[in-house]
């Protein structure tokens, strides 16, 4: 069975930096995007950043150029470096993966989840 496993979370204060990883393991199909949606108490999950198969990444307004994701398909592994971080960004982190399963279909898979506390 596909595996996504994070790492990388924790504690930091106002303005420091983060990186968290998301590796997808035992994967027959490709990859397409890759990505993380992040999730607080009270708030509406909210899609943080996406990155495509061929390194085109979006972000979310709230995190536009704070933010920066990336990938090493050879190691089906992609990255989020969080910097000047704030306390508004404290959630816990989910990555995915969209595996290719031919003609368009794709099936998401979902990481276990790490968090990300920001103290003021």
């Known amino acids: 069975q596909v595996q996504l496993v994070e790492s990388g979370g924790g504690l930091v204060q106002a303005g420091g930096s983060l990186r968290v990883s998301c590796t997808v393991s035992r994967s027959i199909f490709s990859i397409n995007d890759m990505g993380w949606y992040r999730q607080a108490p009270g708030k509406q999950r909210e899609l943080v950043a996406v990155i495509t198969s061929g390194g085109s990444a979006k972000y979310a307004d709230s995190v536009e150029g704070r933010f920066t994701i990336s990938r090493d398909n050879a190691k089906n592994t992609a990255y989020l470096q969080m910097n000047s971080l704030k306390p508004e960004d404290t959630a816990a982190y989910f990555c995915?993966?969209?595996?290719?399963?031919?003609?368009?279909?794709?099936?998401?898979?979902w990481g276990q989840g790490t968090h990300v506390t920001v103290s003021s």
């Open positions: 995915y993966a969209d595996r290719n399963l031919g003609l368009g279909n794709e099936v998401r898979a």
